[in-house]
Nanobody, 123 residues
């Protein structure tokens, strides 16, 4: 089992930056993909970014060039640096980990989820 806890959310003006952190505990050696997802009010959860076991990254088109995912080699810490934030980035952001090699951007393939952290971007 893996437990995840996010932090770093908050209220920021459009154009500002935030850095989200995710702390993992438990059997992190089994993790092959680490990702970030978000859910805005009234919308479905959507993929934001992920990092695989080799360090390769993937981003949603809506955040590419503005967000950066990173993490340590022990898979205990995962970060999401968010720059040039827009009001449409407002959502609850979730850290998620998967032991599935082929999880990619599919939320259903992620086994472990944090409780979420609220990000609000004002215009």
């Amino acid at each position: 089992q893996v437990q995840l806890a996010e932090s770093g959310g908050g209220l920021v003006q459009a154009g500002g930056s935030l850095r989200l952190s995710c702390v993992a505990s438990g059997r992190t050696v089994s993790i092959l993909n680490r990702g970030w997802f978000r859910q805005a009010p009234g919308k479905e959860r959507e993929f934001v970014a992920r990092m695989n076991w080799n360090g390769a990254t993937e981003y949603a088109e809506s955040v590419r060039g503005r967000f950066t995912i990173s993490g340590d080699n022990d898979k205990k810490m995962t970060f999401l640096q968010m720059n040039s934030l827009k009001p449409e980035d407002t959502a609850v952001y979730y850290c998620a980990h998967s032991a599935d090699r082929f999880a990619a951007s599919r939320g259903v393939a992620y086994h472990y989820w944090g409780q979420g952290t609220q990000v609000t971007v004002s215009s």
